[in-house]
């Protein structure tokens, strides 16, 4: 988490956000250690390849670090972008945020929760999308 850390205090440092964010940004990384290394809740992708029963592709991303990802992509998102997705009901402000982190949090403590799966019947592949 520290490479998260030193990201946040250069964005800080380079006048992107400002301390009151920083600060909450660092908050979050905390808290979130605290959680993944006690209940293990992440964001996990996997790739699986024509009648195997192993994945071939295995990405397993720690949710504070997929919150945190969130929030900082916000901050270079251009404007007219933000508008039309606020147009069609996504908020991508703070508040919006908060809903999104009780969302994932409501699911994160019920065990596995499958956000997607995906399957070419054609190349016989699959991609399951879940957090854990």
Do not use: C, W
């Not at 808290?31 to 996997?46: A, C, D, I, T």
């Not at 251009?78 to 699911?107: C, V």
Request: net charge neutral; hydrophobic share 35%; glycine share 8%.
């Amino acid at each position: 988490m520290k490479e998260e850390r030193l990201k946040v205090l250069k964005l800080l440092e380079d006048g992107k956000i400002k301390s009151e964010e920083a600060l909450r940004l660092l908050d979050a990384l905390e808290s979130g250690e605290k959680k993944s290394y006690g209940k293990g809740h992440f964001l996990k992708v996997r790739v699986y390849e024509k009648e195997k029963d192993s994945p071939t592709v295995k990405v397993n991303v720690p949710l504070s670090v997929a919150k945190l990802a969130s929030k900082l992509s916000s901050k270079f998102m251009p404007k007219k972008a933000k508008e039309e997705l606020k147009s069609k009901g996504i908020n991508i402000d703070e508040e919006g945020f908060a809903e999104i982190e009780k969302f994932i949090d409501g699911f994160a403590g019920e065990g596995r929760f499958n956000i997607v799966d995906v399957v070419d019947e054609k190349e016989g592949q699959r991609v399951e999308v879940y957090i854990e």
